[in-house]
């Protein structure tokens, strides 16, 4: 069977699940200037500040211009994961193939992050409750723990997960303070407060496959060259070869594994197109 139309119209706000970057996901969020503007900032701040890593079972405290110099990757969490009945919370533990081990999350919104680092190319490692900030404000010190910290090739992450409606006026100032801090270590610091429509169950669909696939019946070749023709809705691309049934879950492989391309954007399904990876 072959596609219906060879040539789809590409819509605006296309996110290319081959090369994507965590704010083409996330709900775009922007530090307030008024909480900003509370923190305490005059000459020498980043001495003042500082960071209460974990390691080797001790506390270790680094100023916050030392930060990015700190071997974060002999750290543990500064704070555990705890389960108890009736909490409102679901911490839990997600495995990550991009790392090969474990990350402990406190939420189901962290979890879906997690899932997002997965799939994002180019992760060295994520670290989950990183260090303890401690910074001076208008009203004093303060603490704050951010969620993640995520290293990448040359440079690092600083993630806080909080879903929008649950965003209090004192995590306005935390929020401000980690920015800061992240941008005195050459990091970058994102709030991730919710997700572009249809990115987290498109994601979560194609992470049923993510795990390494045997193919002894010769399908992923079958897949690439009808996609290197020209694009095809996902249905009637797996329709398109010697065994449609199978077919399908090693486009789902080839999908999360970058072979294949999508717009995340749009919901995923057999109506979906479906593109050569870096060619859509």
Same mark, same amino acid.
């Given at each position: 069977?072959?596609?219906?139309?060879?040539?789809?119209?590409?819509?605006?706000?296309?996110?290319?699940?081959?090369?994507?970057?965590?704010?083409?996901?996330?709900?775009? *969020?922007?530090?307030?200037?008024?909480?900003?503007?509370?923190?305490?900032?005059?000459?020498?701040?980043?001495?003042?500040?500082?960071?209460?890593?974990?390691?080797?079972?001790?506390?270790?405290? &680094?100023?916050?211009?030392?930060?990015?110099?700190?071997?974060?990757?002999?750290?543990?969490?500064?704070?555990?994961?705890?389960?108890?009945?009736?909490?409102?919370?679901?911490?839990?533990?997600?495995?990550?193939?991009?790392?090969?081990?474990?990350?402990?999350?406190?939420?189901?919104?962290?979890?879906?992050?997690?899932?997002?680092?997965?799939?994002?190319?180019?992760?060295?490692?994520?670290?989950?409750?990183?260090?303890?900030?401690?910074?001076?404000?208008?009203?004093? &010190?303060?603490?704050?723990?951010?969620?993640?910290?995520?290293?990448?090739?040359?440079?690092?992450?600083?993630?806080?997960?909080?879903?929008?409606?649950?965003?209090?006026?004192?995590?306005?100032?935390k929020f401000a303070a980690a920015e800061r801090a992240a941008a005195a270590a050459g990091w970058w610091y994102l709030v991730v407060t919710g997700w572009r429509r249809h990115v987290a169950t498109g994601l979560d669909a194609l992470s049923a496959r993510r795990r390494p696939m045997t193919d002894r019946l010769g399908l992923h070749r079958e897949l690439l060259e009808l996609v290197a023709e020209h694009p095809w809705r996902f249905g009637e691309l797996t329709d398109a070869t010697s065994l449609p049934a199978v077919a399908r879950a090693h486009a789902?492989?080839?999908?999360?594994?970058?072979?294949?391309?999508?717009?995340?954007?749009?919901?995923?399904?057999?109506?979906?197109?479906? *593109?050569?990876?870096?060619?859509?």
């Amino acid at each position: 069977m072959e596609s219906s139309v060879r040539t789809p119209a590409v819509a605006s706000g296309t996110v290319w699940s081959h090369n994507y970057t965590l704010n083409d996901l996330v709900t775009p *969020y922007a530090v307030d200037p008024a909480a900003a503007a509370r923190l305490e900032t005059g000459s020498g701040w980043t001495r003042r500040w500082t960071a209460v890593w974990r390691a080797s079972r001790a506390e270790v405290v &680094c100023s916050v211009q030392d930060l990015a110099c700190f071997p974060a990757l002999v750290s543990a969490p500064v704070r555990g994961f705890t389960w108890r009945a009736r909490q409102r919370h679901r911490p839990g533990l997600q495995y990550m193939l991009a790392t090969g081990r474990m990350h402990g999350f406190e939420s189901l919104a962290e979890r879906r992050l997690l899932l997002a680092l997965d799939f994002l190319n180019g992760v060295n490692e994520v670290l989950s409750q990183p260090f303890r900030l401690r910074f001076t404000a208008l009203g004093g &010190c303060e603490d704050h723990i951010p969620d993640f910290l995520v290293l990448l090739p040359g440079t690092a992450v600083l993630v806080d997960v909080r879903p929008g409606h649950l965003i209090a006026d004192e995590d306005l100032v935390k929020f401000a303070a980690a920015e800061r801090a992240a941008a005195a270590a050459g990091w970058w610091y994102l709030v991730v407060t919710g997700w572009r429509r249809h990115v987290a169950t498109g994601l979560d669909a194609l992470s049923a496959r993510r795990r390494p696939m045997t193919d002894r019946l010769g399908l992923h070749r079958e897949l690439l060259e009808l996609v290197a023709e020209h694009p095809w809705r996902f249905g009637e691309l797996t329709d398109a070869t010697s065994l449609p049934a199978v077919a399908r879950a090693h486009a789902v492989h080839l999908l999360w594994h970058r072979r294949l391309a999508v717009d995340l954007a749009q919901p995923l399904g057999d109506a979906s197109w479906v *593109y050569p990876a870096g060619r859509p």
